[in-house]
């Protein structure tokens, strides 16, 4: 597979692919996006966004021959009700999918070596901007200290978070996972 580019052009239409990208993928709150969003930021803060993203991959990256996997939360949703969300991720085992063979794995694992938690942190939903990286905070954590403490749990809290791991800025996202590889 290989990236499209902006101006690739929709056969039959006056359009391209930016302006369905545009209409389709504007709403970064929204949480399947923002997830999506969230391993882009990751991806862009390594320099390895030149293969497009895979779905439902066993991980979302690889830096430096390290599995990584993303979780996003926030506590303002598209769907915001005037109540923030309670901040916690998924790190539950999964079982793995195979392209190969079209068949899960026997066990669940947590296929990844690193977790990226990344935070929409901001409260304020009259400057909320998913598109600055200084609104988010993101959270490091070898899967080791995940199996070590939170062996058998599915979610984690940031309070539960912030006992393993101190949230970066974007700018320290390489430096703090290069330490690691």
């Known amino acids: 597979m290989k990236k ?11 359009y391209s692919i930016v302006d369905f990208w545009s209409w ?13 969003f969230a ?14 993203r895979i779905e439902w991959d066993a991980y979302d990256l690889v830096y430096n021959n390290k599995k990584i996997e993303v979780k ?20 539950g085992a999964k079982k793995i999918y195979s392209y190969d063979t079209n068949t899960y794995s026997e066990n669940a694992v947590r296929s990844a070596d690193i977790y990226v938690f990344c935070l929409l942190k901001e409260k304020d939903e009259s400057i909320i901007d998913v598109l ?40 320290n996202i390489s430096k703090n996972i290069s330490e690691l590889c």
């Not at 499209?4 to 006056?14: E, H, P, Q, R, V």
């Not at 391993?39 to 497009?52: D, K």
Request: charge should be neutral.
């Open 4 to 14: 499209l580019s902006a101006d690739t052009k929709i056969s039959g239409t006056n």
């Open 24 to 36: 389709g993928f504007s709403d970064l709150l929204m949480n399947s996006l923002r997830g999506i």
């Open 39 to 52: 391993e882009f930021l990751v991806g862009s803060a390594l320099g390895i966004l030149q293969s497009p």
């Open 72 to 91: 996003s939360s926030a506590y303002i949703q598209s769907w915001h009700s005037g109540k923030y969300s309670t901040i916690s991720f998924d790190i």
């Open 132 to 171: 600055n990286t200084e609104q988010w905070s993101f959270y490091i954590v070898p899967t080791e200290n995940l199996d070590n403490f939170y062996s058998c749990q599915k979610r984690i809290s940031l309070k539960s978070l912030e006992k393993i791991s101190k949230g970066v800025a974007y700018s």
